[in-house]
């Protein structure tokens, strides 16, 4: 298992989506605590907050959750083209460029004065959430989310079944992990919640540092990988000499 874990990179470790699901976490707490009770990372429940909205008359309400479903289906869409239609762009580069976009558009939002729609405040973060959740896809090859916690708690309660009741090793690992990917989103709603008591709308400011910690070391992994990748190639090409 240890040959296993050396051989993932380090976008592709675990801590590395803890991290990312935390500040899923962080921007649900964020913009349902201060930015108009709605949710930028987890789109279920703005779908059913449309819905009882829209039973009740409330056709203003309605279409302000339908604010950030839109944006984050153009998230999706925007990131599957650009995946598709850009062979050239390296997957690596294009995933520092997502981190990188992220902290950008965190350090924009805290910018954002309490004045201004809080519309923008979750357009904004409801694309990016989409944007990470279909870009980052698997943690040391277990398909993972990064933005909501849903599939999770699902899939721990399986593999539990599995490890209690039927003894599987295999499925007490993976239990494991997605309750840490849970515990790591609860950890960001609450961080949200707690720091918005003393930093206010600025709190956001923390998942651009985050943001950028991750594009950081993966920006140093990426190199390292292609510095190998270069001398392994001179290596060969030395040695069919």
């Known amino acids: 298992m240890d040959k296993v874990k050396a051989t993932w990179k380090i976008h592709e470790k675990l801590w590395f989506f803890a991290l990312l699901i935390f500040s899923g976490g962080f921007y649900g707490g964020y913009t349902y605590s201060l930015r108009g009770q709605v949710f930028a990372n987890a789109q279920t429940a703005n779908l059913v907050i449309m819905m009882l909205s829209l039973g009740k008359g409330k056709w203003g309400r309605a279409l302000y959750s ?22 050239n762009l390296k997957k690596r580069d294009f995933e520092e460029k997502i981190l990188l976009f992220e902290s950008l558009v965190c350090f924009l939002v805290g910018l954002m004065p309490a004045s201004w729609p809080d519309q923008l405040c979750q357009l904004s973060l409801s694309f990016i959430c989409a944007m990470q959740f279909n870009i980052f896809r698997k943690a040391e090859g277990i398909p993972m989310a990064t933005t909501f916690c849903t599939n999770h ?12 009741f039927f003894k599987n090793e295999e499925s007490a690992r993976l ?9 790591a989103f609860a950890s960001g709603v609450l961080s949200a919640v707690l720091l918005s008591k003393v930093f206010g709308l600025y709190c956001i400011f923390g998942m651009t540092i985050l943001h950028l910690f991750l594009w950081a070391k993966l920006h140093l992994d990426n190199k390292s990988y292609e510095e190998r990748a270069k001398k392994l190639k001179e290596e060969g090409e030395s040695g069919s000499q």
Do not use: C, D, W
């Open 66 to 87: 339908l604010a950030p479903f839109t944006a984050y289906m153009v998230g999706v869409i925007l990131s599957e083209y650009i995946g598709q239609n850009h062979k």
């Open 153 to 164: 708690i699902r899939q721990m309660g399986s593999h539990l079944t599995q490890a209690l």
């Open 175 to 183: 239990a494991k992990r997605h309750g840490t990917m849970i515990l």
